[in-house]
């Protein structure tokens, strides 16, 4: 069955700071990995990497892909409060019924305090 | 249209009673996936259509659940004889092929 497991699950951090959010996967026919912010209601696309070892970069966020070991994660520097989310992980497969389905994980709920 | 557009965007209903909850695609978007966000748990694909093949209804949790994309475009999902335990927040979400998906802001379904 394949598995998404983000973490930490919450995380609690002044404006400013730098976080980093961990996401790692077990799949089979990995075909790529996406990161979203969820806030109120419909989760919002960031980044979406299929290739091991580049940086996607916009503004304060950034994302890498390890597919070697599984992984991935999401940096996002100077935090504000308005990055106060949950920020949701997903992987899709390739090939077969599958093809297009996201698996998520449980997310990662970011409170940032001014 | 700009985005995804799901309605209603909140339900309220019976136990027992059906429910149908509709979503229309980004124009152009050739697949279209629903997903269930429940209290406490992540997001749970439940169904996904591409373009004139068959769905993948492989995460639907029940036969009370279907549903069906009219012409390509709009897709409507039917919850029927609705329990407690559907309640949650359905999600759209729509996508141009091989791209990343584009959600709805779902709708809120609760059952009393």
């Given at each position: ?13 002044h ?13 089979t ?44 994660i ?10 106060s ?13 599958s ?9 990662t709920?970011?409170t940032?305090?001014? | ?32 996936y629903?997903?269930?966000?429940s209290?406490?748990?992540g ?46 927040v359905?999600?759209c ?20």
């Amino acid at each position: 069955e394949d598995k998404v497991v983000q973490s930490p699950l919450s995380l609690v951090v002044h404006e400013g700071d730098t976080v980093t959010l961990n996401c790692s996967y077990e799949v089979t026919n990995f075909r790529s990995l996406l990161w979203y912010k969820q806030e109120k209601k419909a989760p919002t696309f960031l980044f979406m990497l299929t290739s091991s070892g580049i940086e996607k970069k916009s503004g304060r966020l950034s994302s890498i892909l390890d597919k070697k070991e599984l992984f991935s994660i999401l940096n996002i520097t100077a935090t504000q409060t308005g990055d106060s989310a949950i920020y949701l992980c997903a992987v899709e497969v390739a090939g077969g019924t599958s093809y297009g389905k996201l698996t998520f994980g449980q997310g990662t709920i970011l409170t940032v305090h001014p | 249209g700009a985005g995804v557009s799901q309605s209603p965007s909140n339900k309220v209903t019976e136990k027992g009673k059906d429910v149908e909850l509709r979503c229309d695609p980004i124009s152009g978007h050739t697949a279209l996936y629903w997903y269930r966000q429940s209290l406490g748990q992540g997001l749970e694909f439940l169904i996904y259509f591409q373009g004139n093949s068959a769905p993948d209804k492989s995460g639907l949790p029940s036969d009370r659940f279907s549903a069906e994309r009219t012409g390509g475009s709009v897709s409507t999902l039917t919850i029927q004889r609705t329990q407690q335990e559907d309640s949650a927040v359905y999600l759209c979400a729509s996508s141009l092929g091989l791209g990343p998906q584009h959600f709805g802001d779902g709708t809120r379904l609760s059952i009393l």
